[in-house]
């Protein structure tokens, strides 16, 4: 801190020197002429305050570091702190200067005021002594003097409000003109808004005038496939009843080749006629969709069954091993019919290696994927989109030697959305392809409880060994033991031997049915009491209901579920048997 100036009053007279001192040190240290008299007015307003409390002593010094002026008024005697705060002249000197501090000592009271510097203020050790130098030389103003320079500071404020009303007038004018400007420019805007807006009204109006004739022919389309189909059926299964007539009658090996070539041209053409059909069904919306709990592990081993023979017939490997997620809601009709085309398809195109189908639950958990995976020709990637679309079929020697229509992939992607599910496609030539039939499966919150035991010995009777399997994998962990039997004889002497607490059986069955083991249950006293569970895919109608006697549950095999079965055998085991087969 560097003191450049020290005063001292004792009357008004004094005052003046001391506004003249303000504002010379103001000029020396780079401060305009505004700030000049706004230090100099502040230190006569604080001066005034604490004249009459005797000797009054004034510091002006520099704060290098912070850049700013300090001047610390000193009494000698302590004021009226309380009235000198709340006064106009302190007041006033706050709003002219940027600190103002009164504080009291034993001493007397101390009031300082703080005015920051501008960058263009010298503040080296030389600077500050030239200032000190011409302080000291600089005469004492008498109060006209004062009076006079308070008076050219007036002017110049006078002169400076002038100019800048005359600022202000001229800043008027040009913001009403340009007021005027964005009024007529919005006005502007405003009407080729309401032009464009009524052209979108118009686009909009064609637009969904295009859209309801593009619905007719649409529909159009559909009750025309819909229509034809139905009346080519007819005839073409009558040339398919012909052509098997004259296959089983005498015909020479020309005729009998003639007749082999028309028989499988006519089961394309009924196989081209149920396809229309069925996608005439999918676009016009009437394809009913029942969604049940469907078994995975069942719709797999079916369509294992059924494409086995097809792949085995073209030399490649089919391989679908049982679903990690065995329950899908779903309506297990549709799926079937997706999932046995895109294995079709799959096996069609695939020269070499293997075809395979798994299911797997995403991450998310709320979706399920069933993937169709082969290494045959495999998509370009501008045809991936196109397969999708009805009669395309992709241009390969594969393609030409096969039969096909194009509408498989399209009505399969129809079905698809309607089950409220995606197919997906990823392909690379000469690689294979991958097509993922996506469906929403949200986690049950009512699952139960599988990790215990809730029945010891379960008797399980059907002649499909691949059922018996799927039902012993249903059963794990919720069963002690399970025994396993192909007809009825064999079940009855298992039982014999060891007498299981439910039994799970079929009714079609070689050598002897469901219904006549179940009439040899009765006879016996030993077993007749054993809880029996019919696992059927029969239906139970008025004329096979009879033959049934009293079974303690009957669970279709198109709707069975680990779930639906663990709950039915809980029941049983639980509780009184349901009585009856309703």
């Given at each position: 801190m560097t003191e450049l100036l020290h005063l001292e009053w004792l009357n008004e007279a004094d005052l003046f020197a001391l506004r003249q001192r303000g504002r010379e040190i103001a000029a020396s240290l780079a401060l305009d002429a505004q700030d000049q008299v706004r230090l100099a007015t502040a230190l006569s307003e604080v001066g005034r305050e604490v004249l009459g409390h005797g000797t009054v002593s004034v510091h002006f010094t520099v704060e290098v570091?912070?850049?700013?002026?300090?001047?610390?008024?000193t009494s000698r005697r302590r004021v009226d702190g309380g009235r000198v705060a709340a006064s106009t002249g302190l007041a006033a000197a706050r709003r002219l200067l940027d600190a103002v501090s009164l504080q009291d000592t034993a001493a007397g009271s101390v009031v300082t005021l703080t005015k920051n510097l501008p960058r263009t203020a010298w503040l080296d050790d030389v600077s500050l002594a030239?200032?000190?130098?011409?302080?000291?030389?600089?005469?004492?103003?008498?109060?006209?003097?004062?009076?006079?320079?308070?008076?050219?500071?007036?002017?110049?404020?006078?002169?400076?409000?002038?100019?800048?009303q005359q600022d202000l007038v001229r800043i008027n004018e040009e913001l009403e003109e340009t007021n005027t400007g964005v009024l007529a420019m919005y006005s502007q805007l405003s009407q080729e808004l309401e032009e464009t807006n009524r052209g979108v009204v118009?686009?909009?109006?064609?637009?969904?005038?295009?859209?309801?004739?593009?619905?007719?022919?649409?529909?159009?389309?559909t009750r025309f496939l819909r229509n034809v189909s139905h009346e080519l059926r007819t005839p073409v299964n009558s040339i398919l009843g012909l052509a098997d007539l004259l296959q089983d009658g005498s015909l020479e090996d020309e005729q009998r080749v003639q007749v082999r070539y028309l028989h499988g041209s006519a089961e394309a053409l009924l196989a081209l006629v149920n396809e229309l059909l069925d996608l005439a069904r999918a676009e016009s919306g009437r394809e009913q969709v029942r969604l049940t709990e469907t078994n995975l592990s069942l719709l797999f081993g079916e369509l294992r069954g059924t494409m086995r023979p097809v792949a085995e017939q073209r030399g490649l490997t089919l391989d679908i091993p049982d679903p990690d997620v065995p329950v899908l809601r779903t309506d297990p009709e549709l799926l079937t019919r997706v999932l046995r085309n895109l294995l079709t398809n799959a096996l069609k195109f695939t020269e070499t290696g293997c075809v395979r189908m798994q299911a797997a639950r995403r991450e998310s958990g709320q979706h399920v994927e069933i993937s169709v995976i082969d290494t045959g020709i495999g998509i370009a990637p501008e045809d991936q989109e196109r397969v999708f679309e009805e009669f395309f079929q992709v241009p390969h020697r594969l393609q030409q030697a096969g039969a096909g229509t194009g509408l498989g992939l399209a009505y399969a992607r129809r079905v698809t959305e309607s089950l409220g599910g995606v197919l997906e496609l990823s392909s690379r030539p000469g690689v294979g392809s991958t097509f993922t039939v996506a469906l929403p499966a949200p986690l049950p919150d009512d699952e139960p409880d599988l990790d215990a035991t809730i029945v010891g010995h379960v008797l399980l009777v059907d002649d499909d060994a691949a059922f018996r399997h799927i039902i012993r994998g249903l059963l794990q962990g919720v069963a002690d033991r399970v025994g396993e039997a192909a007809d009825g004889e064999a079940a009855l002497a298992a039982a014999r031997a060891v007498p299981p607490d439910v039994i799970l059986l079929d009714l079609r069955m070689p050598r002897m049915d469901g219904a006549t083991m179940l009439s040899a249950l009765r006879e016996e006293p030993s077993l007749r009491d054993i809880p029996v569970v019919l696992v059927t895919s029969a239906e139970i109608d008025a004329q096979l209901r009879p033959t049934l006697g009293s079974v303690s549950a009957v669970v279709a095999?198109?709707?069975?579920?680990?779930?639906r079965l663990i709950s039915t055998i809980q029941q049983i085991v639980q509780g009184p048997p349901a009585g009856g087969v309703g």
């Open positions: 570091e912070r850049r700013c002026l300090v001047v610390t008024v030239q200032v000190r130098a011409r302080l000291a030389a600089l005469a004492p103003a008498t109060p006209l003097d004062e009076l006079r320079a308070q008076n050219a500071d007036l002017v110049h404020t006078l002169d400076q409000l002038a100019a800048r118009a686009l909009y109006a064609e637009l969904d005038e295009k859209g309801q004739l593009l619905a007719q022919a649409n529909e159009a389309k095999k198109g709707h069975l579920t680990r779930r």
